[in-house]
């Protein structure tokens, strides 16, 4: 039901392996169960209101992201191991934005059958003395968090979304908790950079050239362009080379925003 054509010759070319791929030629051929996947996104808010000299004070905030599973065995134990290795994610004008996508079944993690939870945490650990004395907060938020079926398709099944359900989860077959003074939720549009104490933030991006139409944009096959309901993408400061040496390109001088989404002219 994956694939409009399927060869008969070689009706396995489908049979998963590690990360599940096969290609057939330079055909890439996908083998995904109908078991749900765990997708997700994460950004790290910067912050910039520092003294004059060291505006940046999240510049060496490392925050702990770990997901863990617990599994009901057949004897009444429990089994607890890694969903993935602890991601140490910095401010999102250092890192970018996080994404992750796990499948619960025969492609990655094995869950079929299995009575289990997972628990996803974050903490700031790492930088926590500089954090207090500054008595700031860390602002993580949780742009996209759902479980669903056939994510490559053109039709996925989408069980449950943070942004459809926020923490409600009737009727969907699982149950869903959260620490109740440090979960809020913010409805409405969420920028991913901005201005803030007179420095520029965002995600640093690159660009390519198109001769055909003299503007630069970003490569249609890029991450950023899957975002859940991403509305716009806006420029901020552009910087490249000039005679060899690194240059600040001025908006409005040097560059402008084009009519595409993404496009620099």
């Given at each position: 039901?994956?694939?409009?054509?399927?060869?008969?010759?070689?009706?396995?070319?489908?049979?998963?392996?590690?990360?599940?791929?096969?290609?057939?030629?330079?055909?890439?051929?996908?083998?995904?169960?109908?078991?749900?996947?765990?997708?997700?996104?994460?950004?790290?808010?910067?912050d910039?209101?520092?003294?004059?000299?060291?505006k940046?004070?999240?510049?060496?905030?490392?925050?702990?992201?770990?997901?863990?599973?617990?599994?009901?065995?057949?004897?009444?134990?429990?089994?607890?191991?890694?969903?993935?290795?602890?991601?140490?994610?910095?401010?999102?004008n250092?890192?970018?934005?996080?994404?992750f996508?796990?499948s619960?079944?025969?492609?990655?993690?094995?869950?079929?059958?299995?009575?289990?939870?997972?628990?996803m945490?974050?903490?700031?650990?790492?930088?926590?003395?500089?954090?207090?004395?500054?008595?700031?907060?860390?602002?993580?938020?949780?742009?996209?968090?759902?479980?669903?079926?056939?994510?490559?398709?053109?039709?996925?099944?989408?069980?449950?979304?943070?942004?459809?359900?926020?923490?409600?989860?009737?009727?969907?077959?699982?149950?869903?908790?959260?620490?109740?003074?440090?979960?809020?939720?913010?409805?409405?549009?969420?920028?991913?950079?901005?201005?803030?104490?007179?420095?520029?933030?965002?995600?640093?991006?690159?660009?390519?050239?198109?001769?055909?139409?003299?503007?630069?944009?970003?490569?249609?096959?890029?991450?950023?362009?899957?975002?859940?309901?991403?509305?716009?993408?806006?420029?901020?400061?552009?910087?490249?080379?000039?005679?060899?040496?690194?240059?600040?390109?001025?908006?409005?001088?040097?560059?402008?925003?084009?009519?595409?989404?993404?496009?620099?002219?």
């Amino acid at each position: 039901e994956k694939n409009t054509k399927i060869d008969l010759i070689d009706p396995f070319i489908n049979g998963y392996n590690e990360r599940s791929s096969a290609f057939v030629g330079e055909e890439e051929m996908p083998f995904e169960s109908n078991y749900p996947h765990l997708i997700g996104t994460v950004w790290v808010e910067p912050d910039f209101n520092g003294p004059v000299d060291d505006k940046e004070q999240s510049i060496g905030d490392y925050i702990g992201i770990n997901m863990m599973c617990e599994v009901q065995n057949d004897d009444g134990s429990t089994s607890v191991f890694p969903l993935g290795y602890e991601v140490m994610l910095r401010p999102g004008n250092r890192d970018g934005i996080m994404t992750f996508d796990f499948s619960l079944g025969p492609e990655d993690l094995f869950l079929m059958n299995l009575t289990c939870s997972i628990n996803m945490t974050f903490d700031i650990a790492f930088n926590e003395e500089n954090i207090y004395e500054d008595d700031r907060q860390v602002d993580i938020y949780l742009l996209d968090l759902r479980l669903e079926e056939n994510p490559s398709s053109s039709d996925p099944n989408t069980i449950w979304s943070i942004y459809e359900n926020q923490l409600d989860s009737s009727g969907k077959g699982f149950t869903l908790s959260s620490e109740i003074n440090t979960v809020s939720y913010d409805y409405g549009a969420v920028s991913l950079g901005g201005v803030e104490n007179n420095v520029n933030y965002g995600v640093e991006i690159e660009n390519v050239y198109d001769p055909e139409i003299n503007s630069y944009r970003i490569e249609e096959s890029h991450e950023l362009l899957k975002l859940l309901k991403l509305d716009s993408i806006e420029a901020l400061e552009i910087n490249g080379f000039v005679d060899g040496e690194e240059f600040t390109f001025t908006k409005g001088v040097d560059w402008q925003e084009g009519l595409e989404l993404s496009e620099i002219e």
